[in-house]
């Protein structure tokens, strides 16, 4: 079992959808990233928190430590929103990102 | 130009050629790393330099090599590699060392082995 599980794998949506984006971890963090990776490789991140609730435009990210686990919604989902979503997290001393598998969303028009 | 920069962007070698990556960051920063992301799996750390020093090796073989010979390049050099290391290569960056600051990524050098 990895310790960053991710689900769905892969979800589609139509266009002005909502859509939640779960990840569960196992370990102690310091911190929880959420990134962005289009078709081609390039990664962005979106989020990096370690408590409650951060927002940027569309996209929310939350996170219950006690419950070891985080959620990426997106509102009014948009096709060129389609990437892959990749939750990670750090553990406190340590240089080490460790990454779930990603969840692949396309979004259609 | 701005933010992490890799080349090549694509590169096909065979088993028993040489052959380096390039990563640059004009962000300041003064860690790097490397990544490999293979096909279904999750992003894989290998190499992490803080202020060109090699902080982390993470079981990586020796056929990688790294060299970070200031804050503002990173290089992997390759050698004997196996058709399994066939891979996307990412570097990426942050101001400082440690999962707690947002790391910056660089737009990956797909590999492919013969």
């Known amino acids: 079992k990895n310790e960053v599980e991710q689900s769905p794998q892969n979800l589609t949506a139509q266009e002005g959808e909502f859509i939640t984006i779960n990840c569960s971890y196992s370990v102690g963090i310091s911190a929880l990233h959420w990134l962005q990776q289009h078709p081609g490789g390039g990664i962005v991140s979106l989020f990096m928190?370690?408590?409650g609730k951060k927002k940027h435009g569309r996209l929310i990210a939350t996170i219950n430590i006690q419950e070891k686990h985080s959620s990426l919604h997106i509102t009014a989902s948009h096709p060129r929103d389609s990437a892959v979503y990749i939750c990670?997290?750090?553990?406190?001393?340590?240089?080490?990102?460790?990454f779930g598998t990603g969840t692949r969303l396309q979004v259609f028009p | 130009e701005t933010g992490v920069t890799q080349t090549p962007r694509h590169l096909v070698m065979g088993m028993t050629n040489k052959k380096s990556l390039k990563c640059e960051q004009h962000l300041g920063h003064n860690a790097m790393y490397w990544y490999k992301q293979s096909a279904k799996k999750p992003l894989e750390l290998m190499f992490v330099y803080s202020l060109e020093e090699r902080v982390e090796n993470n079981s990586v073989p020796s056929r990688f090599s790294p060299e970070c010979p200031n804050s503002s390049h990173l290089f992997l050099h390759l050698h004997t590699l196996q058709p399994e290391d066939s891979a996307l290569y990412l570097c990426?960056?942050?101001?400082?060392?440690?999962?707690?600051?947002?790391?910056?990524f660089g737009p990956g050098t797909r590999l492919t082995v013969l």
């Open positions: 928190l370690s408590s």
């Open positions: 990426a960056s942050s101001l400082q060392r440690g999962g707690s600051d947002t790391q910056y």
């Open positions: 990670a997290v750090s553990e406190p001393n340590t240089d080490k990102l460790i």
